[in-house]
């Protein structure tokens, strides 16, 4: 079972029943995953904060929901995670490939990876990050959690775990 | 027409319809008019009302959702017609009072003021059932058929501008309690789960 299918199979689990994205290279395959189950609504997105949206009205209709993303897109959306997450405490699930790290080589990405966790920690958002496939059986917790906090909640996803090896 | 007459006229056709309404003049105007708590009403995240709404629209297909916009948060995620056409929700509409200046903070001027047709860029998304409406009589006499259609549509009222501040006062509750109010409000309606059998 590769990894994808693992974070599909964890997302079933803890209930998930729809889900927005918006995609980065990192998660494409987990959003081709989710697009091919008819059993989870899938909605594309023109910008990541309709996802921060739509996954709050879901919050309202009883379905659980999950958000995918990369890091950048993360980035656009935390005034609206801000105002309208934190401001009703509404929980949203995130998932988000965690760029900038020291093994991903991209300059356009080295901003993304010196700052997104200082800035979660100054709006006090939960996050967890999964590195290794067999921290991915974690993710029922992690969605119990945003849950619990009522706030948004960021799954990070690690090059090692998506990528692996590959260049 | 007047902001308040149009959401009046529109208000008094939803039928057991969920409002979703975007922060400012729309939600103000709605409270003033409806005082109605199975509506969400948007403290922030300006532009973002309309994926709210789509998001409740598709986790409750049997609810009708209607989404009582403005020009200036359309302006800021027109992308949202884009995703409203591809996932084309039967029991969505989208109303946008368009009276071309925020309003709320002083009636300063929209951005193309009186140049855009939002309804050519709701058509030009895919949203077929698109139109403008510049009257109250106009739209006494759509609002019945509006009402009945299935969605998406898309219904531009064109209001007067206001000049300086409306002071419509907002809805006497906010945040968090607006949360649980609307929750639960759906679950009892619905016969829905919102929160757990913690409250949470």
Known sequence: MDVNEKIHEQLKKAGVALAASLPDDWVAPLINRIAADNTIRHVRVAREAEAVAICSGAFFGGVRSVALMG?????????????????????VFLIVSQRGSIDDHRIYQEVQGRRTIPLLQSYDFPY????????ISSIPDAYETCRLQ?????????????????? | MKAREATAAVAKHRGDAVAVCALGMAANEWWAVTE???AFYMHGAMGFAAS??????????????WLINADGSLCMNLGCLLTEASQAPKNLKHFVIDNQVYQTVGALPMVNQGRTDYAAIAR???????????????LEKAMPSIAAEDGP?????????????LRTPPMTYEGPEMKYRFGRALEKRFGITVFGPQGY
């Open chain 1, 71 to 91: 890091a950048t897109g993360l980035l656009t959306c935390t005034g609206e995670l801000a105002t309208l997450n934190l401001r009703h405490q509404i929980p």
């Open chain 1, 128 to 135: 967890h990050i999964v590195n290794e496939p067999d921290e």
């Open chain 1, 150 to 167: 009522k706030r948004p909640f960021v799954l990070f996803l690690t090059r090692n775990l998506v990528k692996g090896n590959a260049v």
């Open chain 2, 36 to 38: 109605s708590e199975d």
């Open chain 2, 52 to 65: 709210f709404a789509l998001g409740l629209a598709l986790s409750l297909p049997k609810a009708p959702v």
């Open chain 2, 124 to 138: 030009g998304a895919g949203i077929a059932k698109a139109r403008t409406i510049e009257s109250i009589d106009e």
């Open chain 2, 153 to 165: 549509s898309f219904t531009l009222l064109r209001v007067e501008a206001e000049t300086g501040f």
